[in-house]
C-alpha cells in the first residue's frame, strides 16, 4: 500500500478526500441541524441539469451545475417561502426540472459524453488538479465563515425564531448557507456521484450526533469518520477492484452502524449496572 502513494491519482485522492471531509463536515452539520436532508437531496439531483447544459453548450460541466444548483438553491428558498406553495413540493420542483433539463440536453450534445458516469456515481481516483482547487476554495471559503458566524449558524440552525429575536438576519443568511450546500455538492460530484453524494453530506453526522449534541463537536467529529470513510472506501475500492464512490459510502454506512451497535450496547449495559447497584 506504501508503494501506491507515489502515484499522483492516489495523492490527489487523499488530498481530496480530506479538503471534502472539511467542506461537508462544516455544511452537512448545519444540513443534519436543520433537517434539510430533502433539500440537498433536491439540490444533488437538480445539478445535474447545470451538467446537461454545460455538455450541451461546451462550458465546462462544473461551472454549470455549479450556477444551476445555486440558482435552484434560491429558487428553493424563496417558493418555500411562499404560503401557496409547500417546502417539499418546490423540492420537487427543481428536483424533477434538473433531471429532465440534463437528460434532455445530455442526449441533445453532439459527440460522447465520456466523463457522464463520473458525474453520475463518482470516482475519486480521477479528480484532477483543477477539482482540488474547486474543493479547496470551497473548503477554505467554508471554514472561515462559519469561523466568523458560528454564533449566528448555530441560532439559524437550532431556532430561527431565537435568531431574528436577537437581530439577526435570518433570510439572508439561510440564502448564504444555501449557496454553499450547493457549491459544496457541485464540488464533491466527482469523487461520489449525484447518486451518493448526499450520504456523505449526512451519514458521518449522523454517526458524530451518536456522541454529541454540540454543533462545533459534530462538525469535528463529522469531519474525521467522513475522512476515514474516505480512506476505508478507498482502500477497499482497491482491494475488491469496485467503484470508489459506492465503497466511501458504504464505508461511511458501516461505520455508523458499528457506532449505533456499539454505543445500543454501551448504554444497555450502564443500565444493567444501575439497576443492580440500586437492589444491593
Known sequence: MMDLLQYTFIQHALIGSLLASIACGLVGTYIVTRRLVFISGGLTH???GGIGLG???????????AVFAVLSAFGVEWLSKRKEMREDSAIAVFWALGMAVGVMFTFLSPGFAPDLSAYLFGNILTITRGDLLLLGCVAGVLAVFFTLFRHPIVYVAFDREFARSQGLRVQLLEYVLMMFIALTIVACLRMVGIVLVISLLTIPQMTANLF?????????LSIGIGYLSCLGGLYLSFRENIPSGASIIFFSIVIYAVCKVGKSLWTYRRRKQ???QKNI
Open 212 to 220: 454529541s449534541q454540540r454543533f462545533a463537536s459534530i462538525v469535528w
Open 46 to 48: 437538480a445539478s445535474f
Open 55 to 65: 455538455l450541451y453548450t461546451g462550458v465546462p460541466p462544473i461551472l454549470a451545475a
Open 274 to 276: 444501575n439497576i443492580i
